[in-house]
């Protein structure tokens, strides 16, 4: 069964930086790729960032392109989002899963295991 925790939200102001941790537990982390999403309130959950299980090709939303980078780290079952020149548009609650890979790229098509996510808040 996929297990995600995520980790490291926070307050935090205009402009600042959050790094993003989810341990994943219950698979072989090196089989899946691994995608952040991200929720507002009042909004759908949308894709954030993919990275394939080998690390080589990632995907960003267009909203983060520049500004979010995702990385993982398979000896430790753990995926990241480093977030820089966050916006108030950023406030959301994140969550990890494992994502579907398609034609060898990965996707922002989750597979249906969530955590509880953590909370992302960008205000003065």
């Known amino acids: 069964q996929l297990q995600f925790v995520e980790s490291g939200g926070g307050l935090v102001q205009p402009g600042g930086s959050l790094r993003l941790s989810c341990a994943a537990s219950?698979?072989?982390?090196?089989?899946?790729?691994m995608g952040w999403f991200r929720q507002a309130p009042g909004k759908e959950r949308e894709g954030v960032a993919c990275?394939?299980?080998?690390?080589?090709?990632?995907n960003y939303a267009d909203s983060v392109k520049g500004r979010f980078t995702i990385s993982r780290d398979n000896a430790k079952n753990t995926v990241y989002l480093q977030m820089n020149s966050l916006t108030p548009e950023d406030t959301a609650i994140y969550y990890c899963?494992?994502?579907?890979?398609?034609?060898?790229?990965?996707?922002?098509?989750?597979?249906?295991?969530w955590g509880q996510g953590t909370q992302v808040t960008v205000s003065s």
């Open positions: 219950g698979f072989t982390f090196d089989y899946y790729a």
């Open positions: 990275i394939r299980n080998s690390a080589a090709s990632t």
């Open positions: 899963a494992a994502v579907r890979i398609v034609q060898s790229m990965c996707t922002m098509i989750p597979l249906p295991s």
